[in-house]
């Protein structure tokens, strides 16, 4: 009796007599995966006639080079003709074209090369040799075995990395396992030569205060990020990315600094033949020392010989981080250099 | 009236018979995925058999092989009209890549029986297939049942 009711209840839900009357599929199945491959597309004007898409099909009625007929202007055009009945949509031919641009486009492109993940990604990942310490916790993090260990080194076999970025999480070491932006080199040259430009710009502004400095103080500022941030995304607008490689940028970045205190300096010309670069000259009609700031290496040489503390030599780091706010900011920190006192 | 009856009830329930006659399976599984829930081939009146007596219409798949070179005609003859033969994916229409120099597949399947559709692919996508044998197959079955009751008379 009980199941005589439980069908009763079954067939009478709104849901099965909708279904029955009036079933339709999902629209989705129609639509096709972004990464699938359909049959290839031609582009006739940019085929050279070489032949290899023919040679890598493995399906042998499946593509044809043909030429159109000649004519008084010009001979006719080689080009390849797929037969849809016939291939089966590997994208080999696309794949192996060796025309730029490409005659044949078929989906996403593979590349079956050792420098190209299989996986489209944004970042490669490398061991840095000189920091990794060896201890492998990257190979058992590893889910598909990418890290490889040859000649007592850690190596990415990077036709296996599926870019999960699981060695990155597990690296003890900061910096010996690196996921870099392999794509827009010349934009990330842009912000990394815009981020330094700025910050030194913004620390030489501030030289009258460094003057003043003691030998055993710190110098401490901030500058806000923000504004840097949204200049560099006008130069690549990718958030992610930016944000790594100024991120990167800031905290490695040492900028070295040069005072010059003319008033105390009494002309004593020491420091003119110990400069590498003939930075520092003599202007003997103005009777003044001139030092010109565009060949100036800031070795320091100059600040060790002169006798009189004319030259002072500092030293900035900077870092990014949050403020109370939650707002970013780059630290700055100047240190003025002992090498003086310590030679003394 | 009665012919009019006729061409609803052909047109809205379809019996499809699978025959692959040598091939991969790689359409019959796509296929087979027809079956399932998302796709769900049967709210459209398609029901799949496996006895050519039954069917309407023929899906044949694979590159047509030595053993099947009669029994093809022997189930085509055994299909009764109107029926209509729909060849899935590429090796029943050029052999794919089983027609190697010194194969032995005798594709295409046209060679022995007529085809009325072609799907490309390789396999052709399940969405491919339900387009087509829904798009070909109720109006070329009515079609020849019309002339098939037209010769009766």
Not at chain 1, 68 to 88: M, Q, R
Not at chain 2, 5 to 20: E, F, G, P, Q, T
Not at chain 2, 26 to 50: F, K, M
Not at chain 2, 91 to 120: N, T
Request: hydrophobic share 35%.
């Amino acid at each position: 009796m009980s199941s005589l009711i439980w069908y009763i209840y079954e067939f009478a839900r709104k849901t099965w007599i909708d279904g029955f009357f009036d079933a339709k599929s999902k629209e989705d199945i129609a639509h096709k995966p972004d990464r699938f491959r359909d049959f290839p597309n031609v582009i006739k004007e940019n085929c050279i006639g070489c032949g290899s898409c023919t040679a890598s099909c493995p399906s042998p009625n499946a593509i044809k080079l043909v030429r159109d007929s000649d004519n008084e202007e010009s001979t006719g055009l080689i080009f390849p003709v797929i037969n849809k009945s016939a291939c089966i949509r590997c994208g080999f031919c696309a794949e192996v074209c060796p025309s730029t641009p490409k005659t044949l486009e078929c989906g996403e492109n593979h590349f079956i090369r050792e420098e190209f993940n299989i996986i489209p990604s944004k970042r490669k990942y490398i061991v840095d040799d000189y920091l990794c310490i060896r201890c492998k916790k990257c190979m058992d993090a590893c889910e598909v075995g990418a890290i490889e260990e040859i000649d007592d080194r850690l190596v990415v076999n990077q036709s296996k990395c599926i870019s999960c970025g699981k060695c990155l999480e597990t690296c003890p070491v900061k910096g010996a396992m690196r996921g870099v932006f392999v794509n827009n080199l010349e934009e990330q040259k842009k912000i990394i030569n815009l981020t330094v430009n700025t910050l030194e710009k913004y620390i030489e502004s501030k030289q009258d205060d460094l003057i003043q400095l003691g030998t055993d103080k710190l110098f401490l500022d901030e500058l806000k990020f923000k504004p840097i941030f949204d200049e560099s995304l006008t130069i690549l607008n990718d958030e992610e990315v930016v944000h790594e490689v100024l991120e990167d940028a800031i905290n490695r970045l040492k900028i070295r600094i040069i005072t010059w205190d003319g008033d105390n300096c009494k002309k004593c010309q020491m420091c003119i033949p110990d400069c590498p670069t003939g930075a520092i000259s003599f202007d003997s009609d103005n009777d003044t020392i001139v030092r010109d700031k565009e060949k100036c290496l800031r070795c320091s040489i100059c600040y060790q010989t002169c006798p009189f503390g004319v030259i002072k030599y500092f030293l900035a780091k900077f870092n990014l981080d949050t403020n109370d706010n939650d707002e970013e900011v780059i630290h700055i920190s100047v240190k003025a250099s002992q090498l003086a006192e310590r030679r003394a | 009236m009665l012919k009019k009856l006729k061409d609803i009830v052909r047109k809205s329930s379809i019996h499809v018979c699978i025959v692959n006659c040598g091939g991969c399976n790689g359409c019959d599984v796509e296929l087979v995925a027809l079956l399932s829930p998302r796709y769900d081939l049967e709210q459209y009146g398609i029901y799949v058999h496996n006895n050519p007596r039954e069917a309407d219409v023929l899906l044949v798949t694979g590159a047509v092989t030595e053993q099947w070179r009669d029994n093809l005609r022997r189930i085509y003859a055994k299909t009764p009209e109107p029926k209509i033969v729909v060849a899935v994916g590429n090796c029943p229409q050029s052999g794919d890549v089983f027609a190697q120099e010194g194969g032995r597949v005798l594709a295409p399947v046209s060679d022995f029986i007529p085809v009325d559709a072609a799907i490309p692919g390789c396999p052709p996508r399940p969405s491919e297939i339900l387009e087509a044998v829904l798009t070909v197959a109720p109006g070329a079955l009515a079609a020849k049942g019309r002339a098939q009751d037209a010769r009766k008379d």
